[in-house]
């Protein structure tokens, strides 16, 4: 049955818009009847994203975890949105240096255990790279923010029985957060 | 705190990039310190996807819902995908519009039911669309499979626990089937 749906490369590609971020290119690939095609593909690095876990604390009257976020202003969707710490890998970085990196960076936490709980295609339709989520555990704060020239964002922490209401609506609309979360709720056996 | 966060139109925008299914633009705004700087924003069309549920039905044997999803080729994971039926929303449709027709040309099925699950913005970092996920009940096979010409896919029949053990992994690598498959467990309470 492959057969019947895979296409070929054919070795022809050609970069139709070079970014700041990411490129398009146009790969040419030979669909399953024989026919060659130009087939739109983004290159961009790849993703990270990390969930800081604040532990509970009954004995301190907190009854539940709670996580580090951001909020910052999107591009895209051209208005605020709350989301776990993610950025890009830089060249010559792992996904996790990445990960410890932008942990530091957004919210000034370093992590004891930096746990990979999920590893997946942003969009497999058009995106040629892959988002992975980090669980941060072991939080302790040891530096200041350390934001890039156009990052401007607050900090804030906000516990899981917010998340579970607010995930996927109003300012925490990211379609990648919510599958971060579902890692994080698979990790825990919660689902 | 918003003044510190939010970014100004400044109304300058180009387009740097036009595609056969999305477009880039430099959108020119004003940070929140007041310089002006060129962002990339992908315009894209609106995406559905649609979660068919085949029920459980003991009397038969069938202890668990199934759903129906489809095998293809993706272009950016250059890999075979595993995705529940899904499409954009072309122009004159709306999102349901949208749905019903990607249901009936992917798998040959009507829904009695098609119900608002989820809406949300695939990446609020570029993207400016939204991605809206309905669940279809009440299926009914009604149709031959209707693919454009370069749509190359088989239908599967894929039961609930195979679902939740795959999803994220493999060929269920998409990211916007985690997100959708979130929105399908947090319909009927599972989460």
């Not at 590609?13 to 130009?38: L, M, T």
């Not at 990270?48 to 591009?75: N, Y």
């Not at 930096?114 to 995106?127: C, D, T, Y």
Request: glycine share 6%.
């Amino acid at each position: 049955m492959n057969r019947k749906l895979m296409w070929k490369d054919t070795g022809k590609v050609e970069q139709v818009w070079k970014g700041p971020v990411f490129n398009i290119d146009a790969v040419h690939r030979q669909s399953p009847d024989g026919r060659e095609h130009p087939m739109v593909v983004c290159r961009a690095p790849d993703w990270v994203t990390v969930i800081p876990e604040l532990p509970a604390d009954p004995s301190a009257g907190k009854e539940e975890p709670s996580f580090l976020m951001v909020r910052q202003f999107r591009h895209g969707s051209g208005s605020l949105s709350c989301e776990f710490p993610a950025g890009v890998v830089d060249p010559g970085e792992t996904s996790l240096d990445a990960a410890v990196r932008e942990l530091r960076e957004e919210t000034g936490y370093t992590a004891d255990q930096l746990i990979e709980i999920g590893n997946i295609n942003p969009n497999p339709a058009f995106m040629d790279n892959t988002s992975t989520t980090y669980l941060a555990r072991g939080l302790r704060k040891t530096h200041d923010l350390d934001l890039d020239d156009n990052e401007f964002l607050e900090r804030l922490e906000v516990s899981s029985s917010a998340i579970m209401e607010k995930m996927g609506t109003g300012e925490y609309h990211s379609a990648i957060m919510v599958q971060c979360w579902y890692w994080y709720l698979k990790y825990c056996r919660t689902i």
